[in-house]
Protein backbone atom coordinates (compact mmCIF):
# COMPACT_ATOMS: atom_id res chain seq x y z
CA UNK A 1 0.00 0.00 0.00
CA UNK A 2 1.39 3.49 -0.90
CA UNK A 3 2.29 6.03 1.92
CA UNK A 4 0.08 8.48 0.68
CA UNK A 5 -3.36 5.90 1.90
CA UNK A 6 -1.79 4.59 4.55
CA UNK A 7 -2.90 4.59 7.81
CA UNK A 8 -1.56 5.77 10.99
CA UNK A 9 -0.82 4.15 14.16
CA UNK A 10 -2.06 6.89 17.16
CA UNK A 11 2.18 6.89 17.69
CA UNK A 12 2.44 7.99 13.91
CA UNK A 13 -0.58 10.69 14.16
CA UNK A 14 0.53 11.98 17.02
CA UNK A 15 4.16 12.65 16.06
CA UNK A 16 3.27 14.04 12.24
CA UNK A 17 0.16 16.02 13.99
CA UNK A 18 3.00 17.82 16.86
CA UNK A 19 0.06 16.26 19.71
CA UNK A 20 0.34 13.86 22.73
CA UNK A 21 -1.29 10.70 21.98
CA UNK A 22 -3.63 11.57 25.34
CA UNK A 23 -4.76 14.74 23.00
CA UNK A 24 -5.91 12.36 20.08
CA UNK A 25 -7.64 10.00 22.70
CA UNK A 26 -9.16 13.21 24.01
CA UNK A 27 -10.00 14.48 21.03
CA UNK A 28 -11.49 11.16 20.07
CA UNK A 29 -13.60 11.24 22.73
CA UNK A 30 -14.97 14.35 21.89
CA UNK A 31 -15.98 13.17 18.83
CA UNK A 32 -13.68 15.30 16.44
CA UNK A 33 -11.91 12.37 15.23
CA UNK A 34 -11.98 8.46 14.88
CA UNK A 35 -10.66 5.36 14.41
CA UNK A 36 -10.82 1.85 14.40
CA UNK A 37 -8.95 -0.54 15.54
CA UNK A 38 -7.08 -3.27 13.54
CA UNK A 39 -7.08 -7.17 14.33
CA UNK A 40 -4.34 -7.26 16.75
CA UNK A 41 -6.82 -4.29 18.62
CA UNK A 42 -4.67 -1.43 18.10
CA UNK A 43 -6.11 1.42 17.21
CA UNK A 44 -5.85 3.16 13.94
CA UNK A 45 -6.32 6.09 11.59
CA UNK A 46 -7.06 7.48 8.06
CA UNK A 47 -4.55 9.68 7.07
CA UNK A 48 -7.14 12.03 6.28
CA UNK A 49 -7.38 12.37 9.83
CA UNK A 50 -4.36 14.15 10.12
CA UNK A 51 -5.89 17.17 8.17
CA UNK A 52 -8.42 17.42 10.79
CA UNK A 53 -6.23 17.21 13.36
CA UNK A 54 -3.87 20.11 12.33
CA UNK A 55 -7.28 21.96 11.58
CA UNK A 56 -8.09 21.56 15.35
CA UNK A 57 -4.63 22.71 16.20
CA UNK A 58 -5.09 25.95 14.09
CA UNK A 59 -8.30 26.58 15.24
CA UNK A 60 -7.47 26.00 19.14
CA UNK A 61 -4.13 28.62 18.51
CA UNK A 62 -6.78 31.32 17.09
CA UNK A 63 -9.00 31.01 20.09
CA UNK A 64 -11.80 28.45 18.94
CA UNK A 65 -13.33 25.84 21.57
CA UNK A 66 -13.68 22.43 20.76
CA UNK A 67 -17.17 23.03 20.93
CA UNK A 68 -17.21 25.59 18.33
CA UNK A 69 -14.62 22.96 16.23
CA UNK A 70 -17.02 20.25 16.33
CA UNK A 71 -19.93 22.15 15.75
CA UNK A 72 -18.39 23.56 12.53
CA UNK A 73 -16.86 19.66 11.84
CA UNK A 74 -20.81 18.28 12.25
CA UNK A 75 -21.95 19.95 9.40
CA UNK A 76 -19.10 18.49 6.87
CA UNK A 77 -20.17 15.67 4.84
CA UNK A 78 -18.97 11.95 5.02
CA UNK A 79 -16.13 12.04 7.42
CA UNK A 80 -13.51 9.99 5.13
CA UNK A 81 -14.29 11.97 2.03
CA UNK A 82 -14.23 15.74 2.84
CA UNK A 83 -13.58 17.85 -0.52
CA UNK A 84 -11.54 21.20 -0.91
CA UNK A 85 -14.96 22.96 -1.30
CA UNK A 86 -15.99 21.06 2.27
CA UNK A 87 -13.00 23.02 3.63
CA UNK A 88 -13.27 25.91 1.83
CA UNK A 89 -17.02 26.19 3.56
CA UNK A 90 -15.63 25.24 6.46
CA UNK A 91 -13.35 28.15 6.40
CA UNK A 92 -15.19 30.66 5.62
CA UNK A 93 -17.83 30.26 7.69
CA UNK A 94 -14.90 31.06 10.82
CA UNK A 95 -13.93 33.94 8.53
CA UNK A 96 -16.40 36.35 10.41
CA UNK A 97 -15.58 35.13 13.74
CA UNK A 98 -11.82 35.44 13.45
CA UNK A 99 -11.83 38.88 12.13
CA UNK A 100 -14.03 39.77 14.46
CA UNK A 101 -11.51 38.29 16.94
CA UNK A 102 -8.59 40.41 15.02
CA UNK A 103 -10.38 43.51 15.83
CA UNK A 104 -10.79 42.79 19.28
CA UNK A 105 -7.49 42.26 19.80
CA UNK A 106 -5.79 44.68 18.02
CA UNK A 107 -8.11 46.79 19.81
CA UNK A 108 -6.65 45.46 23.05
CA UNK A 109 -3.18 45.79 22.07
CA UNK A 110 -4.17 49.48 20.96
CA UNK A 111 -5.85 50.62 23.68
CA UNK A 112 -5.04 49.12 26.71
CA UNK A 113 -2.47 51.48 28.12
CA UNK A 114 -5.25 54.50 27.33
CA UNK A 115 -8.76 54.92 28.55
CA UNK A 116 -10.73 51.41 27.28
CA UNK A 117 -14.35 53.34 28.83
CA UNK A 118 -14.38 50.85 31.29
CA UNK A 119 -14.97 53.06 34.25
CA UNK A 120 -12.20 53.47 36.52
CA UNK A 121 -11.17 56.66 35.33
CA UNK A 122 -7.63 55.81 36.81
CA UNK A 123 -5.47 56.48 33.49
CA UNK A 124 -4.34 60.12 32.80
CA UNK A 125 -6.71 60.46 29.63
CA UNK A 126 -10.09 58.39 31.24
CA UNK A 127 -11.21 61.63 32.98
CA UNK A 128 -10.96 64.00 29.78
CA UNK A 129 -12.48 60.72 27.62
CA UNK A 130 -15.36 59.49 29.89
CA UNK A 131 -15.90 62.77 32.14
CA UNK A 132 -17.55 61.40 35.31
CA UNK A 133 -17.79 58.01 34.07
CA UNK A 134 -20.86 58.89 31.48
CA UNK A 135 -20.33 56.19 29.29
CA UNK A 136 -21.72 54.11 32.29
CA UNK A 137 -25.11 54.67 30.62
CA UNK A 138 -24.26 52.50 27.70
CA UNK A 139 -24.04 49.46 30.50
CA UNK A 140 -21.40 47.13 32.17
CA UNK A 141 -18.05 46.35 30.67
CA UNK A 142 -14.87 48.55 28.63
CA UNK A 143 -16.82 50.15 26.07
CA UNK A 144 -13.37 51.13 23.74
CA UNK A 145 -12.55 47.26 23.73
CA UNK A 146 -15.90 45.82 21.56
CA UNK A 147 -15.65 46.01 17.73
CA UNK A 148 -18.28 48.32 16.30
CA UNK A 149 -19.24 50.02 19.61
CA UNK A 150 -15.70 51.46 19.94
CA UNK A 151 -16.04 53.45 16.72
CA UNK A 152 -19.66 54.90 17.91
CA UNK A 153 -18.67 55.55 21.61
CA UNK A 154 -15.71 57.79 20.08
CA UNK A 155 -17.69 59.17 18.02
CA UNK A 156 -20.33 60.03 20.15
CA UNK A 157 -17.68 61.80 22.68
CA UNK A 158 -16.04 63.63 19.81
CA UNK A 159 -19.56 65.08 18.83
CA UNK A 160 -20.31 66.47 22.80
CA UNK A 161 -17.00 68.03 22.82
CA UNK A 162 -16.57 71.65 21.91
CA UNK A 163 -13.44 72.58 20.39
CA UNK A 164 -14.43 76.03 19.47
CA UNK A 165 -12.55 77.11 22.72
CA UNK A 166 -9.35 75.27 22.41
CA UNK A 167 -5.89 77.19 21.66
CA UNK A 168 -2.65 75.58 20.40
CA UNK A 169 -1.41 74.13 23.85
CA UNK A 170 -4.73 71.83 24.27
Avoid at 44 to 66: H, P
Avoid at 148 to 157: C, S, T
Wanted: aromatic letters at 8%; a negative charge; hydrophobic letters at 30%.
Amino acid sequence: MSTKHADLSVGELAQRAGVAVSALHFYEQKGLIRSWRNSSNHRRYSRSTLRRVSIIKAAQRSGMSLQDISQAFSTLPDYEKISHEDWQQLSSSWKQEIDERIERLTLLRDTLSYCIGCGCLSEKYCEMINPGDRLQKRGAGPHFLEPGEAQQVKQEILSEIDFSDWDDEN
